[in-house]
């Protein structure tokens, strides 16, 4: 089957612009993760699905950033009143379980490239 | 202070040459840790991991050791090939953390002719 997608590519917006980010996860995956990579910077944790139950928001650097999943498969990260140190890469990832036992692998999309001008 | 600290930051080898990237955390209790390969403009793909009782796990020419008591680990590139040109990222799952994995800056290696 396929891997994680992940749309757009690539998204060029202006400052103040609002973006949404979209994340189709592998099937079955009962996790979903979102990350950040700048440039010279590790991975950044930003939010985390699992199931049904609430996700862990604790990585969100503001308000302006919020991401759902809905119906425990497909995800939108949306970034409102985008700024020029929001530009990064967004990279999502998906596993069966919390990523962070030794048998669940994470699973991760090509990314998206955000640009804020 | 990054919890993983990896080096060398870059890398050059020739082909065919063997290299090894260090990883150095500071994480503790965890529950294990991972190399990742992410290849320019993709997602990272894993490697190898390993939990904190074992000291090595390969995947073909790659091999990881593990060091609990230093809370080192290394990767090592046998026989190297112009595609193992990637960012080589550690990463330490802490004991407990569920979702919160700790990612290094990487480590860009190229290989050249």
């Known amino acids: 089957g396929a891997g994680v997608s992940q749309s757009p590519s690539n998204k060029v917006t202006e400052k103040g612009k609002d973006v949404e980010l979209r994340c189709d996860p592998i099937?079955?995956?009962?996790?979903l993760y979102w990350y950040r990579q700048s440039l010279g910077q590790g991975l950044e944790f930003l939010i985390y699905?699992?199931?049904?139950?609430?996700?862990?928001k604790s990585g969100l650097p503001s308000d302006r950033f919020s991401a759902e999943r809905t119906g425990g498969s497909v995800s939108t990260l949306t970034i409102q009143r985008t700024q020029q140190e929001d530009s990064a890469v967004y990279l999502c990832?998906?596993?069966?379980?919390?990523?962070?036992?030794?048998?669940?692998?994470?699973?991760f999309g090509p990314g998206t490239r955000l640009t804020v001008l | 202070k990054n919890q993983v600290e990896q080096s060398p930051q870059s890398l050059i080898i020739l082909e065919g040459k063997n290299c090894t990237l260090q990883?150095?955390?500071?994480?503790?209790?965890?529950?294990?840790l991972r190399w990742y390969k992410q290849d320019t403009g993709r997602g990272p793909v894993s490697l190898t991991i390993?939990?904190?009782?074992?000291n090595t796990k390969s995947n073909g020419r790659y091999t990881a050791t593990l060091d609990a008591d230093t809370k080192q680990s290394s990767l090592h590139i046998t026989a190297s090939q112009l595609s193992d040109s990637a960012s080589y990222i550690c990463?330490?799952?802490?004991?407990?953390?569920?979702?919160?994995?700790?990612f290094g800056t990487g480590t860009q290696l190229k290989v050249e002719l």
């Open positions: 990832a998906s596993s069966y379980g919390l990523a962070g036992g030794p048998n669940n692998e994470q699973f």
């Open positions: 699905f699992q199931g049904n139950s609430a996700p862990d």
């Open positions: 390993m939990t904190f009782s074992e």
């Open positions: 990883c150095n955390y500071t994480v503790s209790p965890f529950s294990n």
């Open positions: 099937s079955g995956h009962t996790a």
């Open positions: 990463v330490v799952s802490p004991t407990g953390g569920g979702n919160k994995l700790t």
